[in-house]
């Protein structure tokens, strides 16, 4: 019995080790300027990394990811990156959130914008699987345009307004060129 305890603690701890935590990145407000990440694990394993701003007028956020990849002169891959995704979501990281979009990235450059992005909190999430020998290398690069907002599917009073006003010139001058054909 004391066998089969000691083997399920030391099972257990050896889990908890191999077993990657998540990064977590604060970046503030997104604007122009935007945000870059360098990212780098050091051993084979789960990539789990979370950026997490926040946006104040409604946007676009363009983005540009890639990972690299490297080989020891023996042919053996050192740095890789499997499976590589980028995610958004908004809402609080920690939080109920809704997945907005992800694309995979590769070791070329991958650009790919979110459009339409309502001001609030949102985070992205960069997972993969690190399958080289010294871990995973990546790279991404995001900013915060602004965007044209949606246009309101009502029409505002005035608006409307000016455009009754137009349609009864129009109508007014018709009637007094039919007033003065008929003279």
Partial sequence: ????????CALLATAGVSASATTVTDWGTLGPAGADARAFTTAPGAVDDVYTF????????????????ATSLKGVTTVNLDDATLTLFSGAYGDASTKVA???FGTEMT???FSGLSAGSYYFEVTGIASGTKGSDYYFNVEADAATPPLSAVPEPENAAFLLAGLSVFGLVAARRKRAAGK
Avoid: C, E, H, I
Wanted: charged content about 10%; cysteine-free.
């Fill in 1 to 8: 019995m004391q066998f089969k305890t000691a083997f399920l």
């Fill in 54 to 69: 926040s946006l104040g007028d409604y946007s676009n956020v363009p983005s540009t990811a890639n990972y690299y990849t």
């Fill in 102 to 104: 992800s694309y995979a």
């Fill in 111 to 113: 650009d790919y914008t």
